[in-house]
């Protein structure tokens, strides 16, 4: 059954009881995985638990970082299907789905005593985080808001930087103080009790489900300033206007486009040199002397630092090309990561984390908008199922390779600067991502 037709009444009444437009509903639905779901399964969180787990069963930091891997490649396979799923059905029953998965694997994960149970409870954990929830929490904040898309996918942004700013310090907290199984345990419990329900009850596919406009002005603001999409400012009528006028690719449409395929090779290699940074950083400092408290501190800086990150980019969509900021935001990755290699202090690795969370949350938030803007609402959960592979694959290959690297040399700095260089590239080829001849709807 879908978003749609699930308590369309109780939806329905409750948007003509609010005194805002129920997009805003739809956002604080997505915005609250951030805070469950999404940060219990990232590189952040597992950041926290590599040394405890790896010291307390001897094993070594590639098979560890296997899993995410694994856990990404199995998300490729689903991705495409997942995409459909959401456009068709919306994305309320795909997260409550994937958050269910998630707390409920987490509680099994403190438990673990092999590495194939380790495997066999976070792979499918780290496969819903990768793909279902990016999908379903975008999508359904590009389906609600046109108009104010930039604002709105920021403020996603920070909801996102803080909870993963909280949660690797809250486990570090509980994993210190009472081990890392209780970590795993409390985690898992909060998640399920929290984040299931409310997507199911709330979440719509498209406003044009429950009767009502896409992103309105209100009546009350008519004739005064507003923001479009690509943060522009706009009456109401233009505003209107551009609703109308919406940009709408099918897949086979967006294939033929060389932005398609440009926009895909920058998400791998922007992601691999995320995950591949992150999962590892709190092990590196670690290795580097620091203790564990101040390791896990940096992990929750690098998140914490996407906050105003995703405003900052926001803010420069206004007047820069997309492809611009792309390019810009994958020298920040690219310098951060060059930064933790050669940091072996509390506060050359703040400051490192620091210019690496900027950078991860511009690809995180630029990545949405293109990809949005670029192809339109129609089919963008079918779009992007195709093309968040190519995202979850560089995911999946920079963890192993930093930890393989580890394995082999004791540290991790070969792996940290080939990173650098790899985005480098990257960021220079993003620049040919011109967006699209549009195919639009009258």
């Known amino acids: 059954m879908d978003d749609s037709r699930l308590p369309t009444t109780l939806r329905a009444q409750l948007a003509r009881?609010?005194?805002?437009?129920?997009?805003?509903?739809?956002?604080?639905?997505?915005?609250?995985?951030?805070?469950?779901?999404?940060?219990?399964?990232?590189?952040?969180?597992?950041?926290?638990?590599?040394?405890?787990?790896?010291?307390?069963?001897?094993?070594?930091?590639?098979?560890?970082?296997?899993?995410?891997?694994?856990?990404?490649?199995?998300?490729?396979?689903i991705s495409p299907a997942a995409g459909r799923l959401v456009d068709r059905y919306g994305a309320g029953l795909m997260i409550s789905v994937s958050s269910a998965v998630a707390g409920a694997c987490a509680v099994g994960l403190s438990a673990v005593s092999t590495v194939w149970t380790f495997y066999a409870l976070y792979v499918p954990g780290r496969m819903v985080f990768a793909s279902p929830l990016e999908l379903a929490t975008t999508t359904a904040i590009s389906n609600w808001f046109v108009r104010r898309r930039a604002f709105v996918l920021a403020l996603f942004g920070v909801t996102q930087g803080t909870g993963l700013a909280a949660m690797p310090f809250i486990a570090q907290l509980i994993t210190t103080c009472c081990g890392w199984r209780s970590a795993w345990t409390a985690l898992g419990i909060y998640t399920l009790a929290v984040g299931v329900v409310p997507a199911m009850v709330l979440m719509a596919r498209r406003p044009e489900d429950m009767g009502l406009e896409p992103d309105p002005v209100s009546r009350s603001r008519t004739g005064s300033a507003g923001w479009s999409?690509?943060?522009?400012?706009?009456?109401?009528?233009?505003?209107?206007?551009?609703?109308?006028?919406?940009?709408?690719?099918?897949?086979?449409?967006?294939?033929?486009?060389?932005?398609?395929?440009?926009?895909?090779?920058?998400?791998?290699?922007?992601?691999?040199?995320?995950?591949?940074?992150?999962?590892h950083q709190v092990s590196h400092y670690i290795h580097q002397g620091l203790a564990a408290p101040a390791a896990a501190l940096s992990a929750s800086v690098f998140a914490f630092a996407?906050?105003?990150?995703?405003?900052?980019?926001?803010?420069?969509?206004?007047?820069?090309?997309?492809?611009?900021?792309?390019?810009?935001?994958?020298?920040?990755?690219?310098?951060?990561?060059?930064?933790?290699?050669?940091?072996?202090?509390?506060?050359?690795?703040?400051?490192?984390?620091?210019?690496?969370?900027?950078?991860?949350?511009?690809?995180?938030?630029?990545?949405?908008?293109?990809?949005?803007?670029?192809?339109?609402?129609?089919?963008m959960g079918t779009i992007r199922g195709?093309?968040?592979?190519?995202?979850?694959?560089?995911?999946?290959?920079?963890?192993?390779?930093?930890?393989?690297?580890?394995?082999?040399?004791?540290?991790?700095?070969?792996?940290?600067?080939?990173?650098?260089?790899?985005?480098?590239?990257?960021?220079?080829?993003?620049?040919?991502?011109?967006?699209?001849?549009?195919?639009?709807?009258?």
């Open 229 to 279: 999409a690509r943060g522009e400012s706009d009456t109401a009528t233009s505003a209107a206007t551009a609703v109308t006028r919406e940009i709408q690719f099918t897949l086979r449409q967006a294939l033929r486009t060389r932005a398609f395929w440009v926009l895909s090779a920058f998400s791998a290699a922007g992601f691999m040199v995320q995950a591949g940074v992150s999962l």
């Open 17 to 77: 009881r609010l005194p805002f437009y129920y997009g805003w509903t739809v956002f604080a639905i997505a915005s609250s995985t951030s805070y469950t779901s999404r940060p219990l399964m990232s590189v952040a969180v597992l950041s926290v638990f590599v040394v405890p787990m790896t010291e307390a069963f001897g094993w070594s930091r590639g098979l560890f970082a296997g899993a995410v891997s694994l856990g990404g490649l199995c998300a490729v396979a």
């Open 306 to 379: 996407q906050v105003p990150a995703g405003l900052l980019w926001s803010a420069l969509a206004r007047d820069l090309p997309v492809r611009v900021l792309l390019a810009l935001a994958g020298l920040f990755v690219a310098l951060g990561a060059v930064g933790t290699a050669l940091s072996s202090a509390l506060s050359s690795a703040l400051v490192s984390t620091s210019i690496f969370g900027i950078g991860v949350g511009g690809l995180h938030f630029l990545l949405r908008l293109a990809w949005a803007d670029y192809y339109g609402r129609q089919h």
């Open 386 to 442: 195709v093309t968040l592979p190519a995202q979850i694959g560089g995911q999946a290959l920079g963890p192993v390779a930093a930890g393989v690297v580890f394995d082999l040399t004791g540290g991790y700095h070969g792996a940290f600067v080939f990173f650098a260089g790899a985005v480098t590239l990257a960021s220079l080829l993003v620049l040919a991502a011109v967006p699209p001849r549009a195919f639009t709807t009258q």
